[in-house]
């Protein structure tokens, strides 16, 4: 990925997420392109990315060998909302985890959107439980039939993600 698509990518974080958290999305966008297993899927339109979606890895330390992936952020840029650009974000990159054996894929995201793609409300931990006070929007999709019931234990991200603060739901809408 060269620098023009990375600063495309991040304009498209900043706009998603608006003057509140869209320079701090941004950052930690940018933080997780600089990880080597970080996966990143982009829609473009009218020949520029207007959307993306972040895929890092995320581990049950009880259970090596299950891949799961943490999805964040996942962004629109305001002038392609409504249009079809996160549908097709998701389709694509829910295909593209399949693709290479994923098993599971969590995510700390808004309830009313992510189900629409088969994701769930899950009781399996987060790296700070204690922080979660939004358990509707902790959510799995699975992608290995069976692959979530296992899971158990405690969850670690990458660094850049293993904040207390990205994983508090409290005063979160």
Not at 62 to 86: F, R
Not at 121 to 138: I, S
Request: hydrophobic letters at 40%.
């Amino acid at each position: 990925m060269n620098q023009s698509e990375i600063e495309a990518i991040l304009k498209v974080h900043r706009l998603a997420f608006g003057e509140a958290e869209g320079e701090e999305t941004a950052q930690l966008a940018k933080d997780f392109l600089d990880h080597q297993e970080t996966i990143s899927i982009s829609v473009k339109r009218d020949g520029r990315i207007a959307g993306n979606v972040l895929f890092t890895p995320f581990v049950f330390e009880d259970h090596l060998d299950t891949k799961c992936y943490l999805l964040a952020p996942c962004g629109v840029s305001p002038e392609y909302q409504g249009c079809g650009v996160g549908k097709e974000l998701m389709e694509t990159s829910i295909e593209h985890l399949k693709s290479i054996g994923t098993d599971a894929v969590f995510v700390l995201g808004v309830p009313t959107f992510y189900p629409r793609y088969g994701f769930v409300p899950t009781d399996k931990q987060t790296p700070y439980p204690d922080l979660l006070t939004a358990h509707e929007a902790w959510m799995a999709l699975e992608l290995t039939a069976g692959a979530v019931e296992k899971l158990s234990g405690k969850t670690r991200a990458i660094p850049q993600f293993m904040q207390p603060h990205w994983w508090d739901t409290s005063g979160r809408e």
